[in-house]
């Protein structure tokens, strides 16, 4: 059975990191595509990138590069979303999903982490 | 950057009703077109993949159509499961996947 199991809920402070994980089973981890997708509270899904955890070749969107970094141990079977310098506007729900094939035919989303609430406040 | 705009925001729907939600995109993206299913509280679940191939252990009342620029994600007899909101996302661009918007199914 495929999981994503990403760690729990995180209060931090404006100008601090976090580090989020997404742990895997059920599958190869190396060969298929991780993505990370944020959710701001009551709002829409945004894509923040992926990462191919055989070579770790990394995508960001334009709208989060700089700001968040991808990274993926095969050894744990899991990817890693960083946040540095958070601001307010970093509160949301961050959920990693795994990339369903490796054809731009089958670039959907099919399994899901339960997500990670990432709080920041003063 | 390829833009995925849903319709309606909000649909209100008696259950045991059929509800058919739009998604349309400023480009065509092919057929690389999936649905998502949010219940309140938890992670989204993929429904249709290819515009039209529901996913594993998806009902058959959940039917995909289109292509190119127009889709369509009809729910027939809808059960109290289906209230819940419905996210489009395109991956012709696979180094922009972007969702739309979001349609949220209200019991009516």
């Known amino acids: 059975e495929v999981q994503l199991v990403q760690s729990g809920a995180v209060v931090k402070k404006p100008g601090e990191s976090v580090k989020i994980s997404c742990k895997v089973s059920?599958?190869?981890?190396?060969?298929?595509?991780i993505g990370w997708v944020r959710q701001m509270p009551g709002q829409g899904l945004e894509w923040m990138g992926i990462?191919?955890?055989?070579?770790?070749?990394?995508r960001y969107s334009p709208s989060f590069k700089g700001h968040v970094t991808m990274s993926a141990d095969k050894s744990l079977d899991t990817a890693y979303l960083q946040l540095s310098s958070l601001k307010a506007s970093d509160i949301g729900t961050y959920y990693c999903?795994?990339?369903?094939?490796?054809?731009?035919?089958?670039?959907?989303?099919?399994?899901w982490g339960q997500g990670t609430l990432v709080t920041v406040s003063s | 950057e390829i833009v995925m705009t849903q319709s309606p925001a909000t649909l209100s729907v008696s259950p045991g009703e059929r509800a058919t939600l739009s998604c349309r995109a400023n480009?065509?993206?092919?057929?690389?077109l999936a649905w998502y299913q949010q219940r309140s509280g938890q992670a989204p679940r993929l429904l249709i993949s290819?515009?039209?191939t529901r996913a594993t252990g998806v009902p058959a009342r959940f039917t995909g159509s289109g292509s190119g620029t127009e889709f369509t994600l009809a729910i027939n007899s809808l059960q109290s499961e289906d209230f819940a909101v419905y996210f489009c996302?395109?991956?012709?661009?696979?180094?922009?996947?972007?969702f739309g918007g979001g349609t949220k199914v209200e019991i009516k």
């Open positions: 480009q065509s993206v092919g057929v690389n």
């Open positions: 999903a795994r990339i369903s094939g490796h054809s731009t035919s089958h670039f959907e989303f099919d399994f």
């Open positions: 990462i191919y955890p055989a070579d770790s070749d990394i």
């Open positions: 996302q395109q991956y012709n661009d696979w180094l922009g996947l972007t």
């Open positions: 290819g515009a039209s």
């Open positions: 059920g599958y190869d981890f190396a060969i298929y595509w």
